[in-house]
C-alpha cells in the first residue's frame, strides 16, 4: 500500500505579543490509506478530518506551539483519539494557547516515527521558537520544515522566543546538509528545495533580521 503526502490549507489568525494577524497555514498528512500522521492543527478540524478520512491517525505532530499551529490540536485529538507531541522546549508557547491541557508526547531530536513503512526523523531546529523541529521522511525525499525555512529564506524571528541567528545556526547545521533535491514543504507558501535555499544563504546573513 503507498505512502502519500496529502495537503490542506486552513486560514484563520496567528496571535502573539498582543498583535494578531491573518494567516492561511499547510496542513501536511504522511500516510497510506490506512494509517496516517498529521503535521499541525491549525484552525479548522473538520477541514483537516476530511483529508484524514477513515485513517487511523497515529500522532499529531506540532511543529512548533505557535497558536496557528496548534490552535486545534487538543480538538484534533479527542476527535481522532490520537497523542499530540510536541518538543519540551515550546510548552511556554503551547501554555498560552492551552492552558491546563498539556500534550500527550514529546518530540526529541533524532526521534524517528513510522508510519506506513516510511520514518520521519525529528530535526530539532530552534529559532523561529525555541522547540521548533522539522520532519525529515528520507525515503520520501521531503523535509517538513514548519516555521523554520520557507522559500526564500528562515522563518520570523521578530518575536518572544525567536532569535535570528539560531534560526539561520539550525538551518546551516540540520537542513541544508540535506540532499539538495530534498522537497521542503512549509508551514506557510509554497514548496521548495534544500538546494534553492542554500543558493541564498549568503544573502540572508547580510539581510540580518
Known amino acids: ?14 496571535s502573539l505579543d498582543g498583535q494578531t494577524f491573518d494567516v492561511d497555514n499547510n496542513v501536511w498528512v504522511i500516510g497510506d490509506d490506512t494509517e496516517c500522521v498529521v503535521l499541525d492543527a491549525p484552525h479548522d478540524v473538520d477541514a483537516i478530518r476530511t483529508v484524514i478520512g477513515d485513517r487511523t491517525v497515529q ?10 499551529h496548534v490552535r486545534m490540536a487538543p480538538a484534533l485529538a479527542d476527535a481522532t483519539g490520537a497523542p499530540v507531541l ?6 511556554v508557547l503551547w501554555d498560552q494557547v492551552h492552558p491546563g491541557r498539556p500534550p500527550e508526547g514529546e518530540l526529541a531530536d533524532g ?47 521578530g518575536r518572544s522566543y525567536s532569535d535570528f541567528g539560531t534560526i539561520v545556526t539550525s538551518i546551516q547545521e540540520r537542513l541544508l546538509g540535506l540532499p539538495a533535491a530534498t ?5 506557510h507558501g509554497d514548496s521548495t528545495t534544500v538546494g534553492a535555499e542554500a543558493s541564498q544563504l549568503d544573502e540572508w546573513l547580510a539581510r540580518g533580521h
Open 59 to 68: 500522532a499529531i505532530i506540532a511543529t512548533h506551539a505557535h497558536d496557528d
Open 1 to 14: 500500500m503507498p505512502v502519500r503526502i496529502d495537503h490542506t490549507v486552513t486560514s484563520g489568525t496567528f
Open 183 to 187: 522537497v521542503v514543504h512549509t508551514g
Open 111 to 157: 526521534q524517528r516515527i513510522a508510519v506506513a513503512g516510511v520514518t520521519l526523523q525529528v530535526l530539532h531546529t530552534p529559532g523561529h521558537s525555541p522547540g521548533a523541529c522539522c520532519l525529515y521522511a528520507a525515503d520520501l525525499g521531503v523535509v517538513f520544515t514548519g516555521d523554520t525555512l520557507f522559500a526564500g529564506g528562515p522563518g520570523a524571528t
Open 86 to 91: 510536541l518538543h519540551p522546549a515550546d510548552r
